[in-house]
């Protein structure tokens, strides 16, 4: 009876933190301990037939409802605790598939965590063979309005005879032209900066498995001057993952003169590419 109290005495003050499922019985030992989001408790795992989720216990003093609550305007609190999130997604999916778990998937109890495996099992087998293999890369796509304005003239019959004409007419005539010349930029770097995105995600699309298109970041989120034009993901099989960087180069060397650039990040978990039936799941 005196155990059985502590151990309900315990579950009231601690959760259970998943941060992933993947295949397989028991943390590799060649791996080590490893510290979880909460650094007082290290990683370990609970298993459900032929899957595992991976999980740490953590203080309900900072990760309860109420607490996170708080703590969710804190910036500093939040972008480490997200790091570290991400840190252990990254090691996990290493050399192995993972369903990553959104950030704060928090449960009261192991009990709890081996239900959420047991209620989608069929749905992590599935994925888990689906996504053995193939890795989740970045790519971004960012240009410079003013250098791509300056090249404009060179791809663009319209602007290139606005310009022609503008040189023939007077001082009153060629205002008027500079007002068309400068609605005819406008419009030619809008459609040359959309096909770039567009040519992009399809040239890349062709050598990924799957392809998505995320939210794009404002310069206030990305602290560079540059317009970000597209933010893609990409799962790629670890075999074709040469040909992608070759496509992805071919793009630079096409657009990179306009003042595009492509940039590519990852390895990362596939959290764009996963369907479970839990809503907990990234």
Known sequence: MVAENER???EM???YYVYGVVAGDGWPAAEGPMAGIDLAYPLYTLSHQAIQAVVSKVSLREFGQESLEARINDAEWLTAKVCAHESILETISAGRAVIPMRFCSIYNSEGRVREMLAQHYDDFVANLARLEGKR???IKVYFDESRLADG?????DRVKELKAEMA???AGAAYILRKKLDAATSEEIERVSNECAQRGHDRLSSHAVQ????ALRDRQLTGRRDEMILNGAYLVVEG???VFRGELERLQGDYGDLGFSFEMTGPWPPFNFVTIGSGDVA
């Open 8 to 10: 309900l005495l315990s």
């Open 13 to 15: 003050e601690h959760g």
């Open 136 to 138: 989740e890369w970045g």
């Open 152 to 156: 404009i003239e060179q791809i663009s």
């Open 168 to 170: 023939t007419k007077s």
């Open 211 to 214: 392809s998505t298109l995320t």
């Open 240 to 242: 074709q993952l040469a």
